[in-house]
Protein backbone atom coordinates (compact mmCIF):
# COMPACT_ATOMS: atom_id res chain seq x y z
CA UNK A 1 0.00 0.00 0.00
CA UNK A 2 1.29 3.80 -0.87
CA UNK A 3 1.98 6.65 1.32
CA UNK A 4 -0.33 8.39 -0.50
CA UNK A 5 -3.39 5.69 0.13
CA UNK A 6 -2.65 5.55 3.88
CA UNK A 7 -2.22 9.10 3.66
CA UNK A 8 -6.00 9.40 2.17
CA UNK A 9 -7.65 6.88 4.62
CA UNK A 10 -6.59 8.64 7.58
CA UNK A 11 -8.75 11.64 6.67
CA UNK A 12 -11.23 10.09 4.82
CA UNK A 13 -12.42 7.63 7.17
CA UNK A 14 -13.63 10.09 9.66
CA UNK A 15 -17.54 9.83 9.68
CA UNK A 16 -17.61 13.69 9.32
CA UNK A 17 -15.56 14.06 6.28
CA UNK A 18 -17.32 10.60 4.64
CA UNK A 19 -20.98 11.99 5.10
CA UNK A 20 -19.52 15.44 3.50
CA UNK A 21 -17.98 13.59 0.71
CA UNK A 22 -20.92 11.41 -0.52
CA UNK A 23 -23.33 14.35 0.50
CA UNK A 24 -21.78 17.27 -1.97
CA UNK A 25 -20.36 14.69 -4.92
CA UNK A 26 -23.35 12.67 -5.07
CA UNK A 27 -26.44 14.58 -3.47
CA UNK A 28 -25.48 17.93 -4.13
CA UNK A 29 -25.06 19.36 -0.80
CA UNK A 30 -28.30 17.99 0.79
CA UNK A 31 -27.65 16.02 3.90
CA UNK A 32 -28.77 12.76 3.16
CA UNK A 33 -26.34 11.00 4.53
CA UNK A 34 -26.08 12.06 8.26
CA UNK A 35 -22.34 11.45 9.83
CA UNK A 36 -24.17 9.18 12.81
CA UNK A 37 -25.23 6.72 10.16
CA UNK A 38 -22.45 5.47 8.79
CA UNK A 39 -20.41 2.21 10.17
CA UNK A 40 -16.79 1.37 9.41
CA UNK A 41 -16.17 -2.29 8.36
CA UNK A 42 -13.49 -4.36 7.18
CA UNK A 43 -11.70 -2.82 3.44
CA UNK A 44 -10.62 -6.32 2.97
CA UNK A 45 -12.64 -8.83 0.96
CA UNK A 46 -11.97 -12.48 -0.77
CA UNK A 47 -12.87 -14.42 -3.52
CA UNK A 48 -12.21 -17.56 -5.26
CA UNK A 49 -10.75 -17.37 -8.67
CA UNK A 50 -10.35 -19.69 -11.75
CA UNK A 51 -7.23 -21.36 -9.94
CA UNK A 52 -9.07 -21.71 -6.88
CA UNK A 53 -7.01 -20.32 -4.86
CA UNK A 54 -8.36 -17.47 -2.25
CA UNK A 55 -7.41 -14.03 -3.32
CA UNK A 56 -7.60 -10.59 -1.44
CA UNK A 57 -8.93 -7.17 -2.45
CA UNK A 58 -7.85 -4.12 0.05
CA UNK A 59 -10.27 -1.58 -0.97
CA UNK A 60 -9.30 2.48 0.34
CA UNK A 61 -12.36 3.42 2.16
CA UNK A 62 -15.74 1.39 2.78
CA UNK A 63 -18.55 2.43 5.11
CA UNK A 64 -22.18 0.92 5.35
CA UNK A 65 -25.30 3.32 5.52
CA UNK A 66 -27.78 2.58 8.27
CA UNK A 67 -31.06 3.88 9.27
CA UNK A 68 -30.97 3.08 12.93
CA UNK A 69 -29.69 -0.52 12.83
CA UNK A 70 -30.49 -1.68 9.90
CA UNK A 71 -28.25 -1.33 6.89
CA UNK A 72 -29.36 0.34 3.44
CA UNK A 73 -26.50 0.73 1.36
CA UNK A 74 -22.64 0.34 1.13
CA UNK A 75 -20.38 3.29 -0.03
CA UNK A 76 -17.12 2.65 -0.90
CA UNK A 77 -14.26 5.58 -2.01
CA UNK A 78 -11.18 4.59 -4.17
CA UNK A 79 -8.19 7.50 -4.09
CA UNK A 80 -6.45 8.29 -7.32
CA UNK A 81 -3.05 10.09 -7.91
CA UNK A 82 -2.85 9.39 -11.33
CA UNK A 83 -5.28 7.48 -14.55
CA UNK A 84 -5.34 4.16 -14.07
CA UNK A 85 -6.60 2.70 -17.57
CA UNK A 86 -7.89 -0.58 -15.60
CA UNK A 87 -10.05 1.41 -12.86
CA UNK A 88 -13.82 -0.31 -14.54
CA UNK A 89 -12.17 -3.72 -14.05
CA UNK A 90 -10.68 -2.43 -10.23
CA UNK A 91 -14.15 -1.07 -9.00
CA UNK A 92 -16.14 -4.21 -10.63
CA UNK A 93 -13.72 -6.05 -9.04
CA UNK A 94 -14.48 -4.48 -5.34
CA UNK A 95 -17.65 -4.69 -6.01
CA UNK A 96 -18.17 -7.92 -7.19
CA UNK A 97 -16.51 -8.86 -4.03
CA UNK A 98 -18.44 -6.91 -1.91
CA UNK A 99 -22.01 -8.61 -3.28
CA UNK A 100 -19.88 -11.77 -3.11
CA UNK A 101 -19.59 -11.35 0.66
CA UNK A 102 -23.04 -10.31 1.68
CA UNK A 103 -23.89 -13.66 -0.40
CA UNK A 104 -21.26 -15.86 1.54
CA UNK A 105 -22.31 -14.10 5.11
CA UNK A 106 -25.91 -14.71 4.24
CA UNK A 107 -27.86 -11.39 3.97
CA UNK A 108 -31.27 -11.99 3.38
CA UNK A 109 -31.35 -8.65 1.45
CA UNK A 110 -28.58 -7.94 -0.59
CA UNK A 111 -27.73 -4.31 0.03
CA UNK A 112 -26.54 -1.98 -3.20
CA UNK A 113 -22.80 -1.46 -3.60
CA UNK A 114 -22.08 2.04 -4.62
CA UNK A 115 -18.47 3.08 -5.51
CA UNK A 116 -16.93 6.31 -6.43
CA UNK A 117 -13.34 7.26 -7.59
CA UNK A 118 -11.76 10.78 -5.85
CA UNK A 119 -9.28 11.87 -8.48
CA UNK A 120 -6.07 14.25 -7.74
CA UNK A 121 -4.32 14.49 -10.51
CA UNK A 122 -3.72 17.88 -12.13
CA UNK A 123 -4.65 16.37 -15.63
CA UNK A 124 -8.25 15.86 -16.52
CA UNK A 125 -8.68 12.51 -16.27
CA UNK A 126 -8.33 10.94 -19.88
CA UNK A 127 -9.05 6.63 -18.61
CA UNK A 128 -11.80 4.79 -19.50
CA UNK A 129 -14.79 4.95 -17.35
CA UNK A 130 -16.68 2.09 -19.00
CA UNK A 131 -15.52 -1.34 -18.97
CA UNK A 132 -16.45 -1.67 -22.89
CA UNK A 133 -13.93 1.12 -23.50
CA UNK A 134 -11.32 -1.17 -22.03
CA UNK A 135 -12.20 -4.50 -24.26
CA UNK A 136 -11.33 -5.01 -27.88
CA UNK A 137 -14.47 -6.77 -28.27
CA UNK A 138 -15.76 -8.26 -32.27
CA UNK A 139 -19.37 -6.28 -33.49
CA UNK A 140 -20.88 -9.24 -33.47
CA UNK A 141 -20.17 -10.12 -29.56
CA UNK A 142 -20.74 -6.71 -28.74
CA UNK A 143 -24.41 -6.63 -27.66
CA UNK A 144 -23.80 -10.01 -25.74
CA UNK A 145 -20.85 -8.40 -23.10
CA UNK A 146 -22.12 -6.35 -19.98
CA UNK A 147 -20.80 -3.19 -19.75
CA UNK A 148 -19.74 -1.27 -16.36
CA UNK A 149 -19.81 2.46 -15.81
CA UNK A 150 -17.54 4.16 -12.85
CA UNK A 151 -17.94 7.36 -11.00
CA UNK A 152 -14.92 9.51 -11.36
CA UNK A 153 -14.75 12.96 -9.55
CA UNK A 154 -11.96 15.42 -10.47
CA UNK A 155 -10.61 16.54 -7.42
CA UNK A 156 -9.03 19.78 -8.97
CA UNK A 157 -11.44 20.45 -11.13
CA UNK A 158 -14.69 20.89 -8.74
CA UNK A 159 -16.47 24.45 -9.17
CA UNK A 160 -15.86 27.49 -6.90
CA UNK A 161 -19.96 26.56 -6.02
CA UNK A 162 -19.26 22.73 -5.32
CA UNK A 163 -16.52 23.71 -2.80
CA UNK A 164 -18.39 25.74 -1.14
CA UNK A 165 -20.73 22.87 -0.38
CA UNK A 166 -18.63 21.24 2.01
CA UNK A 167 -19.09 21.44 5.45
CA UNK A 168 -15.99 19.14 6.68
CA UNK A 169 -11.99 19.56 6.34
CA UNK A 170 -12.56 17.95 2.72
CA UNK A 171 -13.60 21.73 2.00
CA UNK A 172 -9.81 22.81 2.59
CA UNK A 173 -8.02 19.80 0.75
CA UNK A 174 -10.46 20.26 -2.02
CA UNK A 175 -9.67 24.19 -2.47
CA UNK A 176 -5.60 23.25 -2.21
CA UNK A 177 -5.97 21.13 -5.43
CA UNK A 178 -8.23 23.46 -6.75
CA UNK A 179 -5.99 26.24 -6.19
CA UNK A 180 -2.57 24.19 -6.63
CA UNK A 181 -3.73 23.43 -10.24
CA UNK A 182 -3.79 27.05 -11.44
CA UNK A 183 -1.80 28.83 -9.32
CA UNK A 184 1.83 27.64 -9.33
CA UNK A 185 2.93 29.39 -5.69
CA UNK A 186 -0.14 28.58 -4.40
CA UNK A 187 -0.17 27.69 -0.29
CA UNK A 188 -3.16 27.15 1.89
CA UNK A 189 -4.33 30.24 3.72
CA UNK A 190 -7.91 29.82 3.78
CA UNK A 191 -9.75 30.71 7.11
CA UNK A 192 -12.20 27.11 7.10
CA UNK A 193 -12.19 26.15 10.41
CA UNK A 194 -10.80 22.74 10.74
CA UNK A 195 -10.96 19.37 12.82
CA UNK A 196 -8.68 17.53 11.62
CA UNK A 197 -5.12 19.42 11.10
CA UNK A 198 -2.59 16.86 11.46
CA UNK A 199 -4.74 14.24 8.78
CA UNK A 200 -4.92 17.60 6.23
CA UNK A 201 -0.90 17.97 6.39
CA UNK A 202 0.25 14.22 6.09
CA UNK A 203 -2.62 14.54 3.15
CA UNK A 204 -0.90 17.87 1.53
CA UNK A 205 3.03 16.00 2.97
CA UNK A 206 2.32 13.36 1.08
CA UNK A 207 0.98 14.17 -2.22
CA UNK A 208 3.38 17.23 -2.94
CA UNK A 209 6.18 14.83 -2.73
CA UNK A 210 8.11 15.81 -0.10
CA UNK A 211 7.62 16.47 3.91
CA UNK A 212 7.18 20.34 4.60
CA UNK A 213 3.35 20.00 5.37
CA UNK A 214 3.94 17.27 7.61
CA UNK A 215 7.06 18.81 9.08
CA UNK A 216 4.95 21.45 10.27
CA UNK A 217 3.53 19.28 12.87
CA UNK A 218 6.65 19.70 14.73
CA UNK A 219 6.50 23.59 15.40
CA UNK A 220 4.80 24.44 19.47
CA UNK A 221 1.17 24.31 19.47
CA UNK A 222 0.11 23.56 15.70
CA UNK A 223 -2.67 21.19 16.63
CA UNK A 224 -4.41 24.06 18.31
CA UNK A 225 -4.48 25.99 15.26
CA UNK A 226 -8.49 26.71 13.69
CA UNK A 227 -7.42 27.44 9.95
CA UNK A 228 -4.78 26.87 7.57
CA UNK A 229 -4.15 30.30 7.40
CA UNK A 230 -3.48 30.29 11.41
CA UNK A 231 -1.49 27.26 10.85
CA UNK A 232 1.09 28.91 8.21
CA UNK A 233 0.97 32.53 10.47
CA UNK A 234 1.96 30.13 13.16
CA UNK A 235 5.32 28.58 11.27
CA UNK A 236 6.14 31.60 9.77
CA UNK A 237 6.24 33.41 13.07
CA UNK A 238 8.03 30.80 15.31
CA UNK A 239 10.31 30.60 12.44
CA UNK A 240 11.32 34.52 12.67
CA UNK A 241 10.99 34.30 16.51
CA UNK A 242 13.94 31.41 16.16
CA UNK A 243 15.88 33.58 14.18
CA UNK A 244 15.78 30.92 11.21
CA UNK A 245 13.46 32.32 8.61
CA UNK A 246 16.45 35.93 7.59
CA UNK A 247 18.64 33.08 5.78
CA UNK A 248 21.32 35.63 7.04
CA UNK A 249 22.52 34.31 10.43
CA UNK A 250 25.12 31.50 10.09
CA UNK A 251 23.63 27.80 11.25
CA UNK A 252 20.12 29.16 11.56
CA UNK A 253 19.22 29.27 8.02
CA UNK A 254 18.01 26.00 8.03
CA UNK A 255 13.90 25.99 8.99
CA UNK A 256 11.59 28.10 6.96
CA UNK A 257 14.93 28.42 4.57
CA UNK A 258 15.02 25.09 3.68
CA UNK A 259 10.71 25.16 3.47
CA UNK A 260 11.46 28.15 0.90
CA UNK A 261 13.84 26.30 -0.93
CA UNK A 262 11.59 23.39 -1.41
CA UNK A 263 9.29 25.11 -2.85
CA UNK A 264 10.83 27.78 -5.07
CA UNK A 265 12.47 23.90 -6.49
CA UNK A 266 9.29 22.13 -6.99
CA UNK A 267 7.74 25.40 -8.54
CA UNK A 268 5.01 26.06 -5.42
CA UNK A 269 6.34 29.13 -4.80
CA UNK A 270 8.01 32.52 -6.86
CA UNK A 271 11.49 33.01 -6.10
CA UNK A 272 10.60 36.68 -5.98
CA UNK A 273 8.34 36.08 -3.24
CA UNK A 274 10.41 33.92 -1.55
CA UNK A 275 13.12 36.05 -1.43
CA UNK A 276 10.79 39.16 -0.40
CA UNK A 277 10.26 36.81 2.60
CA UNK A 278 13.78 36.13 3.78
CA UNK A 279 14.44 40.33 2.89
CA UNK A 280 16.94 39.17 0.63
CA UNK A 281 17.42 40.06 -3.06
CA UNK A 282 16.71 37.20 -5.46
CA UNK A 283 20.66 37.07 -6.67
CA UNK A 284 21.20 36.50 -2.92
CA UNK A 285 18.38 33.84 -2.85
CA UNK A 286 19.50 32.05 -5.52
CA UNK A 287 22.98 31.65 -4.17
CA UNK A 288 21.57 30.35 -1.06
CA UNK A 289 19.87 28.18 -2.39
CA UNK A 290 22.59 26.82 -5.09
CA UNK A 291 24.66 26.43 -1.40
CA UNK A 292 22.13 24.43 -0.04
CA UNK A 293 22.40 21.66 -2.76
CA UNK A 294 19.00 22.87 -5.02
Not at 136 to 152: A, F, G, Q, W
Not at 243 to 259: D, F, Q, R, V, Y
Request: glycine share 6%; hydrophobic share 35%.
Amino acid sequence: MGEKDITEKLLEDYNDVFADIVNVLLFDGREVVKEDSLESTDVHSQYKADDSKVHELERDVIKYWKDGNVRIALFGIENQTSVDKLMPFRVMAYDGASYKSQMSAGYKSILPVITFVLYFGKERWKGPKRLKECLDIPKELDPYVNDYSITVFEVSRLSEERIKLFKSDFRTVADFFVKRRIYTDYMPKDKTKIRHIEEILKLMSAFTGDNRYENILNYPDIREANNMCEVFDRVWNSGKAEGIAMGKTEGKSEGIAITLYSLVHDGDLSIEKASARMNISVAEFEKLMKDAGY
